[in-house]
């Protein structure tokens, strides 16, 4: 699984330095990142930087009472591309 992140802080990222981030699964490797970047967008990974975000405690109030709960964990994948090549993820809309 892998879909790309697109906040105004990923944005700035790429702009300056060709740096695209994508939410993939917690099992991927870096290879496999790589890879599958370089099949769907063609394009010439340069370097792969993961980071695991952890979940996050959560609880709200109801009428039955405190519910507690937890957001799901997730890898977060920094992927720099080749000097002058671009990642487009509206290209397919």
């Known amino acids: 699984m892998i879909k790309p992140i697109v906040t105004e802080k990923a944005t700035k990222l790429s702009e300056k330095l060709n740096c695209y981030t994508f939410r993939v699964s917690l ?51 920094f992927i720099t591309v080749g000097e002058g090549q671009t990642i487009d993820f509206f290209s397919n809309i």
């Open 27 to 77: 099992e991927a490797n870096k290879y496999q990142i790589k890879g599958l970047v370089e099949q769907l967008y063609g394009v010439k990974v340069v370097k792969v930087n993961t980071a695991v975000v952890r979940g996050k405690n959560k609880s709200r109030w109801t009428k039955s009472g405190l519910l507690r709960g937890k957001t799901a964990a997730w890898k977060k994948a």
